[in-house]
Nanobody
Framework: QVQLVESGGGLVQAGDSLRLSCAAA????????MGWFRQAPGKEREFVAA????????YYVDSVQGRFTISRDSAKNTMYLQMNSLKPEDTAVYYC?????????????????WGQGTQVTVSS
C-alpha cells in the first residue's frame, strides 16, 4: 500500500517559518515528481509547489514564490517544504502528492497518491 505521510504543521505567527516533511515509500518516491497542495476552508485545493524526480526543477504558485522552497532527499525518501515569512492567507491543510510520472505537474490530475494532510495555521 502506498503511503505518504506529512508532518511539521502547526500554529505560528505571521512572519514565522515552518518546515513540512513528506515521507514516502521508496517505490513511490524514487522516480516520480512530487508536489505540495493546500486547501483552505471553503476553497478548492490549490497547487503550491512541485519538484521533478531529480530535484533539479521546481515550480511555485506566484503567491509563495520567494518565500517557500521545495526540496527532496532521495536517500531519505522525503520531500520538504520550507515556508518562510508566513502570512495568515497561508493558513490551510497542506497535502503532499506523488506525481504520475517523472515530470512536474501543477494540477491535481498530475498526481495519483496523496497524503492525509497537515494543518498550518498562521495568526496575524
Amino acid at each position: 500500500q502506498v503511503q505518504l505521510v506529512e508532518s511539521g504543521g502547526g500554529l505560528v505567527q505571521a512572519g514565522d517559518s515552518l518546515r513540512l516533511s513528506c515521507a514516502a515509500a521508496r517505490r513511490t518516491f524514487s522516480d516520480r515528481a512530487m508536489g505540495w497542495f493546500r486547501q483552505a476552508p471553503g476553497k478548492e485545493r490549490e497547487f503550491v509547489a512541485a519538484i521533478n524526480w531529480s530535484g533539479r526543477n521546481t515550480y511555485y504558485v506566484d503567491s509563495v514564490q520567494g518565500r517557500f522552497t521545495i526540496s527532496r532527499d532521495s536517500a531519505k525518501n522525503t520531500m520538504y517544504l520550507q515556508m518562510n515569512s508566513l502570512k495568515p492567507e497561508d493558513t490551510a491543510v497542506y497535502y503532499c502528492a506523488a506525481g504520475i510520472g517523472a515530470r512536474t505537474a501543477t494540477t491535481r490530475d498530475g498526481y495519483d497518491y496523496w497524503g492525509q494532510g497537515t494543518q498550518v495555521t498562521v495568526s496575524s
